[in-house]
T-cell receptor, first 115, second 112 residues
Framework: GAVVSQHPSWVICKSGTSVKIECRSL??????MFWYRQFPKQSLMLMAT?????????EQGVEKDKFLINHASLTLSTLTVTSAHPEDSSFYIC???????????FGPGTRLLVL | DQQVKQNSPSLSVQEGRISILNCDYT??????FLWYKKYPAEGPTFLIS?????DKNEDGRFTVFLNKSAKHLSLHIVPSQPGDSAVYFC???????????FGAGTILRVKS
């Protein structure tokens, strides 16, 4: 299957700082990238969908000014958690899909801990 | 409002036997269904998918069955192996390549 990477794999930051998470499709062009969040023992909840070169579409209840998504190229999307607070601590996972892909391929996830 | 439901939080199966994981959905617009396997602190790994024009899709030890009238799908793993122990998520979308709605997951434990 296709390979999607995420960086960093884990991050610890102080409350009030911003954190950027990168998602890269390594061997295919991702026309669409998705960002998910998973709390312990819960399912993956879609936060937003981004198409290359256009603004992201956010799911209901997700603050677009807090979770900034940029999809500047067909291989890279970034999620920036601005002014992070402890309640933003979670496991963030991206996925990438392309026109020739059977499914979305998921990155390994980023564990964020806000102190 | 859970559009995709996996009502069994966990399942325990003996090695070599069949594992059956179930999933129900409520949105009649869903026409593409997928199963993912996930280990803790890792991203989901795609297993198998099925579109609504089919009622069965098979890939090695994995078979997915779709019953559209019942809005139900199931994943059969046979024979089950200890390495299959993981969390299995059912997901659905309206159209191929669109956003996925996930179920809550089922923890599968295969005992040797």
């Amino acid at each position: 299957g296709a390979v999607v990477s995420q960086h960093p794999s884990w991050v610890i930051c102080k409350s009030g700082t911003s954190v950027k998470i990168e998602c890269r499709s390594l061997d295919f062009q991702a026309t669409t990238m998705f960002w998910y969040r998973q709390f312990p023992k819960q399912s993956l909840m879609l936060m937003a969908t981004s198409n290359e070169g256009s603004k992201a579409t956010y799911e209901q209840g997700v603050e677009k000014d807090k979770f900034l998504i940029n999809h500047a190229s067909l291989t890279l999307s970034t999620l920036t958690v601005t002014s992070a607070h402890p309640e933003d601590s979670s496991f963030y996972i991206c996925s990438a899909g392309g026109l020739l892909q059977e499914t979305q391929y998921f990155g390994p996830g980023t564990r964020l801990l806000v102190l | 409002d859970q559009q995709v439901k996996q009502n069994s939080p966990s399942l325990s199966v003996q090695e070599g036997r069949i594992s059956i994981l179930n999933c129900d959905y409520t949105n009649s617009m869903f026409d593409y269904f997928l199963w993912y396997k996930k280990y803790p602190a890792e991203g989901p790994t795609f297993l198998i998918s099925i579109s609504s024009i089919k009622d069965k899709n098979e890939d090695g030890r994995f078979t997915v069955f779709l019953n559209k009238s019942a809005k139900h799908l199931s994943l059969h793993i046979v024979p089950s192996q200890p390495g299959d122990s993981a969390v299995y998520f059912c997901a659905a979308s309206e159209g191929y390549g669109n956003k996925l709605v996930f179920g809550a997951g089922t923890i599968l434990r295969v005992k040797s």
